[in-house]
């Protein structure tokens, strides 16, 4: 007998850790190492599954059908434990019951156990949002917050990235705009303008507008550590590090004066670039700059002295002492 019947009173839902091991959160789609059998107990793990668990389905997919012994010595749960967690992931719908004596599981195909989370989030989700409509609220948005964990970051990145519809300008490293490369390819997609600039050598897989100084990437790590900036529409800004450590910070933004500031940080980088190998940039800075290009050349037109390199000295002015008359008696 097939037992695939899942139980209402637990519903699998994904959570995120913060750390660092490339198997997990967004990393894990652009992963080039091959999956490991840990690898496999993680993301279970980070979709709501506990530990034994993870274990047991990782095991049931290396076996086929086995007894809840064979589970227990392939994936070192507890021979106490082992059949309430089989049957836990029965109950779930990630394993098989086969009648028998004595009794045998099986692992969900991969494919099939996907499509039921899916769902399952899915429906979790359309339950959220109508709940939070019928709540009738606008939560306020501050003009800026943070988060923290090398995961937290890139999922961010990729929110971000992938909400553009008019304009995104990226600066990072191949390392972190690969993870975002599915995001960006969205945004571009919707109609955005993409321009992405790098010290290192950019993959031609990473869609846009690219300018990159072309220098290997293991040479700029001996003395620049990673950073990525991403700028979507003009307004959602996110600044970060992303060392692939669980202190990696980035400062997300929604206010336009600090949009525009890190979109001149990135448009100057690329105008030194161009400046070096002298490339005309003036239609992509009118493209990411807008009118503020041509207003400002409109104004250097009427002749104004530049000051280039002019140091200016200020003296302290001396002090006057104050001088008081003797009386004469």
Known sequence: ?????????????????????VS?????????????????????VALGFNLNEGRAYSALLRLGPSTGYEVSQRAGVPRSAVYAVLRRLVDDGAARS??????????????????????????SRQTLEEAIDRMDVTPAVPDAFSVKGYDRVLEEACRIAASATELLVVSGWPRELAKVEKDMVAA????????????????????????????????????WEHRL??????????????????????????????????VGQVALDITLLAQRYGHDVSDVMARILGDRVGRLDQLLTEGNEPELGVNHLVVKPKRRRNKTKKKIS
Do not use: W
């Open 1 to 21: 007998m097939d037992h695939t019947t899942s139980r209402a009173t637990r519903t699998v839902t994904p959570h995120v850790r913060n750390h660092t091991r």
């Open 98 to 123: 086969l009648a028998g004596n004595p009794e045998k599981f099986m692992a969900t195909p991969p494919d099939a156990l996907l499509d039921l989370l899916r769902s399952r989030f899915e429906g």
């Open 188 to 223: 571009q997609r919707a109609g955005a303008y993409v321009v992405v600039f790098s010290h290192a050598e950019l993959p031609d897989t990473l869609p846009g507008v690219h300018f990159a100084y072309a220098l290997p990437e293991e040479g700029l790590e001996a003395f």
């Open 229 to 262: 900036v991403i700028v979507a529409d003009d307004k959602r800004t996110l600044i970060a590090s992303t060392e692939q450590r669980d202190d990696d910070t980035a400062v997300l933004s929604e206010a336009p004066a600090i949009a525009e500031f890190a």
């Open 24 to 44: 997990s959160g967004p990393n894990m789609r652009q992963s080039s190492c091959p999956m490991t059998q840990a690898d496999v107990v993680d993301a279970l």
